[in-house]
């Protein structure tokens, strides 16, 4: 940490002008980044005023997630959640943003360290708006589904976006990891690619500049490259250009894209102009050797993995589980808690005795414990009668429940 420069947070972006050089003593804040126009002409790129959708192609190392480091951090917010496995996201924690990251960990992941955290389940859009940088990687996660889980949880809280003031820019560093995350709730891969087609579609009218890069031109649907407004072409070797872009050879020599220097990009814009492009190395960039967790101090403690459900079978997630619990402590009947839920009223009453079993038995529901529901120390009982905690009951709370039950303090169905 002490190796970190001593940084102000930036300037707004400079607009209006084809150079974003940001004037600095010594090292510049933001890193540059520059376009020489050779077809045509687009003022807007260099704006970032509007919620554009970048896509970038390009071989593994090729410098794409620097570059869309480079693009995000000319937006007023920054979210970065389908990083690599190498947590990779958490450079920002060295950027000029470091005093306003937020770190998004699953539901029984500890993280420990200078950030706030926030879990995945109390996350709530507003937490959006207080932070420069909102960040999730592999690591704050017990698992790849728990961490697939999370992306789920998290773009339907980003769908609650209706209206919006500030453009936030969204960083989908690998395309696929999204898709394969859509995968764990959508019935098929079709389904999973329409999803992201449409959160790629709809991003733009709720206020979310999107950045996405994908090794495989061809893995990408052919409607998701369609609706790119800005493609960033990268080194491409020796596979070369896919065919809908070969009219670029016209423009750039065919070895130029082959062994294309990472600070070097091809630009296509939607609307036809053409560019060649250089960029700056953004200096808090992960380097592959680096352990950005050591580094930064950053400290992890996995609880257990919670149960998901598995939606072919329908079974109960650790998730809903605490959702029902909450609705039946706060007053409803297990039947209005039933339609709530989409489930049986019977399923509901197995729920609530298994609690309550495990609570009476050893003070603590494991279900509620694994994804830190807030009653996981609480009997409940029924309507109207008063809810007791576990941890303020009598020596034997077993006895007492059964006393509550023998007076049919549960609700009935
Ligand atoms: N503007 C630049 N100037 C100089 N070197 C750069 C620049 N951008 C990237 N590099 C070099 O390229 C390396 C790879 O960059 P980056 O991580 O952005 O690649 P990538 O295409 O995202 O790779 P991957 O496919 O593995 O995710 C960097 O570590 C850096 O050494
Ligand atoms: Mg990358
Ligand atoms: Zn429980």
Not at 69 to 83: F, G, S
Not at 384 to 397: T, V
């Amino acid at each position: 940490m002490s190796q970190q420069p001593q940084v102000l947070l930036p300037p707004p972006p400079p607009n209006e002008t084809n150079d974003l050089h940001v004037k600095q003593p010594g090292r510049r804040l933001l890193p540059n980044i520059k376009v020489f126009w050779i077809r045509g002409y687009d003022p807007r790129f260099i704006q970032f005023k509007k919620a554009a959708l970048y896509m970038g192609l390009g071989q593994k190392e090729s410098g794409k997630s620097a570059l869309l480091e480079t693009v995000a951090c000319r937006y007023p917010k920054i979210i970065d959640l389908w990083a690599s496995r190498d947590n990779e996201g958490l450079a920002w924690c060295r950027s000029p943003f470091k005093n306003s990251v937020l770190f998004i960990t699953g539901d029984n992941v500890d993280v420990k360290s200078q950030w706030d955290t926030k879990s995945v389940s109390e996350l709530k859009l507003s937490d959006f708006e207080k932070y420069r940088v909102i960040l999730s990687c592999s690591a704050f996660h017990s698992g790849v589904e728990a961490e697939f889980h999370a992306m789920n949880q998290i773009v339907l809280e980003l769908y609650r976006r209706t209206h919006y003031e500030h453009l936030w820019f969204l960083m989908i560093r690998e395309a696929a990891n999204f898709i394969y995350s859509r995968l764990k709730i959508s019935p098929n891969q079709t389904i999973a690619k329409a999803d992201f087609l449409y959160l790629l579609r709809e991003a733009r009218h709720m206020g979310y500049p999107t950045g996405v890069d994908t090794l495989r031109w061809t893995g990408m649907d052919a409607d998701a490259r369609g609706i790119a407004d800005y493609l960033f072409i990268k080194r491409v070797g020796i596979t070369g250009l896919p065919k809908e872009l070969h009219f670029l050879y016209a423009y750039i020599n065919p070895s130029s894209f082959m062994g294309m220097n990472p600070r070097i990009f091809a630009l296509v814009s939607s609307r036809g102009p053409l560019a060649l492009g250089h960029f700056e190395y953004p200096w808090w960039h992960k380097e592959e050797k680096e352990d950005m967790l050591k580094l930064l101090d950053i400290k992890i403690e996995a609880g257990d993995v919670p149960d998901y459900g598995v939606q072919a079978r329908n079974t109960m997630s650790d998730f809903e589980h605490i959702r029902l619990v909450g609705l039946y402590f706060e007053g409803n009947s297990m039947k209005k808690v039933a339609i709530i839920l989409s489930r049986s009223p019977a399923t509901v009453n197995t729920h609530i005795k298994e609690h309550n079993a495990e609570v009476a038995k050893t003070g603590c529901c494991s279900k509620c414990k694994r994804v830190r529901g807030m009653h996981q120390n609480t009997l409940l009982v029924k309507r109207g009668a008063s809810l007791q905690r576990a941890d303020k009951m009598s020596p034997s709370p077993g006895a007492e429940l059964q006393d509550l039950e023998g007076k049919s303090g549960l609700d009935t169905l």
